[in-house]
Each structure stands twice: as C-alpha cells, then as structure tokens.
C-alpha cells in the first residue's frame, strides 16, 4: 500500500515474493510505459515460475488436484478495474484480467467464461499442475483421512515402505513431502500484490494468485474482488492484500485502507485500522486469529 504522491521519484511495491515483479515494473515505468502494464509484466515473472506454488503455472491446486487462478487489476488514470476467478488452464490470469478491463465492459469473468474469453484473445491452454505440486497434493490426500482410500492405510503391512513409493527414492520428493506436510498443518496463503506509482502520479495495481491450497472447487479469494484483494484511489493511494482471503472480504480490505487514507490517516495507521476490524469480527480472540496471515 502507499499514499498518492504526485512529483516524487517512481515507486514499486509488492508482496515478498513479488521482488522480480518489481524490478521488472520499475524498468518499464523508466522507459515510459504506463503503470498497469509495468506491474502486469512484472507479475508474469512469478506466474510463469513453477517454482513458487502461490499462483500461475505450478500453483498449489485445489482438493481436486485442478490449478485454478485468480487476479484483478485496477488503471488508476482511468478508474476501471477487471478481474478474472477460477479460471483453469492460463498461466496468466493478471494479463486475462487486463484484458477484461480493455475489452469489455464488465469488471468479473469467472470460470469456463474467464477460459472462453482467454482463448478468443490468443492465449493458448496448459497443464498448470507441475509434478512438485502434484506430489504436494497427492501427499494431502493421503494424509487428510485415515476413513478413505487414499493413501497405503493401517492395516499395511510396512507403512514406512507403502509411503516410500511416493518418494521414488528421490531426496526432491523427500523434500516435497515435508514440504507437503508443513503445508498441510499450515496451509499457505500466498499471493502477488504489486502497485506502482509514477513521477505523474499514476497508479496501477495488480494481485494475482492461486488461491488457498486445497481449497473447495470454485472458492474465491478476495484476489480477484475489487476493494477486497485490491483497491486503487488516483487521488488518494492503493492497497492490495495477500493471505486469508475470506477475512480480508469481510471488511472490504483494500478499499478500507484507501478510504482511511482518505480521511487522513497514513498508510501504516489505515493498514492497522483494517486488522482491528478483522480481530473485531472474532471479538480479538487470538485463539482463533492467530491461524491468520493477513
């Protein structure tokens, strides 16, 4: 999040593992392009990675073992905004939303509709599950019953050896299954938030992810919801969200954070503002919100 500062020196920010998608951005706002497709660009770095599991291609899927995406922009010079939600086989789904906001004259294109309206601008489909995401989850649906058919079950003769062959030997898939199972008690919530604002004062903004790992078929984040993953103010500043999802659309995140900047407070005070409403939901628990990355 930042603060409109109209005359100031460009400026990038984003999300941990957003650091290539700011360098990327920086050097395209220098050149003189326009902010929305600096931070696009610098996103499609990390969607492209199979390395990260957080969005694009190589994502965590969901309990079907399907990748499905997320991703809204918002052009702070020309107030529109688009987004695209579960869409499947398009590694970019930043680039898809931003089409959506060129193209049409809707906001949200969802599901098979996202993929259609994908492949009649060019995008061509994938397989968006990699094997290291695939052993990820395979390795949580062996783990999340003891009652059903997946995984080698008790009365196995060798558990250690039935649970072997999932490891092939291999000291990668070692690591991926202890990778598998730190994500299993902790699921992860990562995603890419990325804004930029240059020396005219324009901002842009951009979240993209694949949502929470193991999740519902279907389910939506606050990624692709404006004002909930992200919320852009040309006249005020920009906010975006990564982590728990459903805790960051229940208080509209993003745009209570602009709208507190408005009304004066910095950025650091409006963020804070916003977690308070979060702990205020579960009356400041901290049993229960300490199982929240927001």
């Not at 898809?96 to 259609?116: F, I, S, W």
């Not at 004062?201 to 692709?224: E, M, Q, Y």
Request: net charge neutral.
């Amino acid at each position: 999040m930042f603060a409109q500062a109209k005359g100031s020196r460009p400026l990038v920010v984003s999300s941990a593992n957003g650091l290539r998608a700011t360098a990327k951005a920086m050097e395209m706002i220098r050149a003189g392009k326009d902010t929305l497709d600096a931070v696009v660009a610098g996103v499609a770095i990390v969607e492209d990675d199979p390395k990260d599991m957080s969005v694009g291609y190589g994502g965590l899927p969901n309990e079907d073992g399907v990748v499905e995406l997320d991703a809204s922009v918002m052009h702070g010079p020309t107030k529109r905004a688009g987004a695209v939600a579960s869409i499947q086989k398009i590694k970019n789904p930043a680039q898809v939303a931003k089409l959506v906001m060129e193209r049409t004259d809707h906001v949200l294109l969802v599901g098979p509709g996202a993929l259609r309206f994908a492949l009649a601008h060019g995008f061509k489909e994938m397989d968006l599950l990699t094997e290291e995401a695939r052993i990820v989850w395979l390795r949580w649906k062996e783990r999340m019953s003891e009652d059903d058919g997946w995984g080698p079950g008790l009365a196995a003769p060798d558990i250690p050896r039935a649970q072997s062959k999932l490891l092939n030997g291999d000291p990668v898939r070692a690591e991926l299954i202890a990778l598998a199972d730190e994500y299993i008690a902790h699921p992860p919530t990562g995603t890419i938030n990325c804004m930029a604002l240059n020396e005219r004062g324009d901002i842009s903004g951009t979240t993209t992810t694949s949502g929470l790992f193991h999740k519902l078929a279907g389910r939506v984040g606050d990624s692709p919801l404006i004002g909930c993953g992200l919320f852009v103010d040309n006249e005020v500043g920009a906010a975006g969200s990564t982590g728990r999802g459903e805790e960051c659309i229940k208080i509209n995140g993003a745009h209570t954070v602009v709208e507190m900047m408005r009304k004066g407070m910095s950025p650091t005070d409006a963020a804070l503002e916003a977690c308070k409403r979060v702990a205020a939901n579960y009356n400041n628990n901290m049993a229960k919100l300490k199982k929240f990355s927001i």
